[in-house]
């Protein structure tokens, strides 16, 4: 399953042209392909959101914080966002690439 969706979302990379990523709950705009960055994870990633459509939410599980990205608007978990010197803001956000949607 895994393995699938990470071939997937390479194939969209390559494919698809510039457009804003969004919610696929909700259709609410959540980031933009300018601000995609390329983690190398198999996961889509970006370094910042849209506006104030994303929601962060502090969890701490087994002793370790961890932050869960969360749709403003309907409340759909995106992922999570780490710390990454890599990226322009120093963090990135790690999206399951079944909640978002490429609008053109
Ligand atoms: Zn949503």
Redesign the pocket.
Known sequence: MFENRKIDWDLNEQSQPKGTYH?S??S?PLFSSDQKFDSKTGFPSFWAHLGQNVQQHLLETYGRERIQLL?H????HLGHLFPDPRTPSQVRYCINAESILLQK
């Open positions: 919610c709950q909700c609410t749709c608007q309907c409340g759909l």
